[in-house]
């Protein structure tokens, strides 16, 4: 009987130990979340043990959640859903079937995912990306572009970039129906990344004519240069997003050599010779008193230069769009973006959103004080939460009233 209940008890705190994160008080539906996290958490795990068993690689493992939200491509009464490529990209397209005289919106999603998991067909991303079609009476391109580590930067971005290119062709939008004035750009998170990205590339693409009209950046992670800010600290282990998980996802992106990612841990990565970068990250000036909530701003300390020569990329606009001059923010299109006061990209997007700004850019910046990373995706059965539900409705409505 002894042995049964030192048993029951061990099993108790293991179950106890997956399942409880703090979760800050204001999050609704605390322990539902508790419940989500302790699935991402065993499934990390998980992705570690068969790692240094040298089963899979770690991201190999992460991708099981993207297979296992995988559907099919599925039309239904408002919309035609179908898989297919554009400029030799997987895309899953979406369009409405309402019959109407004038020309249709447009939205090109790129999902989340650290650039390395996720696609277009998991169940949230399919679902938002029909109601978006719907509600808007908007054809939506959602890609699934190249994920490393087998592919790494800049392929992501040359593949959503084809993508839209190839979307924003006259002929392109004439076979659809869409109006060359209503087009808009949109991602979440590692999504988010890239639209900026696209949305910047696109002012100095002299073969498009074609302009977007609003960019969303929903969570966006827009630089790799200072992984120390405020809302670095503030939520490095908050669900659903860790630090180690972003410094892993960011290292990833650019190589598999670990040497970048535990610079980057230690947010040593950056070489001397990039330190003028440093003025378009710098927190201090471009957070609101609110978000500083004490922090102490320290100078950068220096990585060496090997890793800025071997790996540029983390240093590439493209892949840090915060890294730009002001000049080439000025001509960006309408733009809204979302930031979470519980993720530690919450400064990120703060940071934009104070740069486009200064730079006369007219920006919608909705920070919601209850929310965390990834939220929006979190509009499916099982896992769906009401806070995912009202923030993804705002965007759609933003994209309504604005596209």
């Not at 990390?44 to 690689?57: C, D, K, P, R, S």
């Not at 392929?155 to 392109?172: N, P």
């Not at 087009?183 to 498009?208: F, K, P, Y």
Request: glycine share 6%; proline share 5%.
């Amino acid at each position: 009987m002894g042995t049964k209940a030192l048993c029951l008890f061990v099993a108790s705190a293991l179950v106890a130990y997956y399942i409880y994160t703090p979760i800050p008080e204001n999050i609704e539906e605390r322990w539902k979340l508790m419940l989500i996290n302790a699935v991402f958490r065993t499934v990390g795990h998980l992705a570690e043990f068969a790692e240094q068993l040298g089963l899979m690689h770690y991201m190999e493992v992460l991708m099981l959640i993207t297979a296992a939200e995988y559907v099919p491509p599925t039309s239904d009464e408002n919309v035609t859903v179908t898989d297919t490529e554009f400029s030799n990209v997987p895309v899953r397209l979406y369009l409405p079937r309402e019959q109407s005289s004038g020309l249709k919106r447009g939205m090109v999603y790129f999902h989340g995912g650290g650039w390395c998991i996720g696609g277009a067909g998991m169940k949230p991303y399919d679902l938002l990306s029909r109601q978006t079609s719907n509600q808007l009476n908007a054809v939506v391109v959602s890609v699934s572009y190249r994920l490393a580590p087998k592919y790494h930067f800049p392929v992501q971005f040359e593949d959503v970039y084809a993508v839209t290119k190839f979307f924003l062709q006259s002929s392109v939008l004439s076979q659809y129906g869409v109006d060359p004035n209503r087009i808009g750009v949109a991602g979440d998170s590692a999504g988010g990344n890239l639209a900026a990205a696209v949305a910047q590339q696109l002012l100095d693409d002299l073969e498009v004519k074609t302009k977007l009209k609003v960019q969303a950046l929903l969570y966006p992670a827009l630089q790799t240069l200072d992984l120390n800010s405020p809302s670095y600290r503030e939520n490095e282990n908050t669900p659903i997003l860790s630090k180690p998980l972003m410094v892993r996802f960011l290292s990833e992106y650019f190589t598999t050599d670990s040497s970048l990612r535990e610079a980057m841990a230690s947010n040593r990565h950056v070489p001397a010779e990039s330190s003028h970068l440093f003025q378009f990250v710098n927190w201090s000036k471009l957070l609101p008193e609110e978000l500083k909530k004490g922090h102490v701003y320290t100078s950068p300390v220096y990585g060496s230069s090997n890793l800025g020569k071997k790996y540029p990329g983390f240093l590439d606009p493209r892949a840090a769009p915060l890294l730009v001059e002001d000049a080439k923010l000025r001509g960006l299109p309408l733009t809204y973006v979302l930031t979470c006061e519980h993720d530690l990209l919450r400064d990120d997007g703060v940071m934009y959103v104070s740069r486009l700004r200064e730079a006369g850019v007219k920006v919608t910046h909705n920070h919601a004080k209850d929310a965390f990373h990834g939220a929006v995706a979190f509009i499916s059965s099982p896992t769906d939460l009401a806070l995912g539900h009202r923030l993804s409705n705002q965007y759609i409505k933003w994209l309504n009233d604005n596209l």
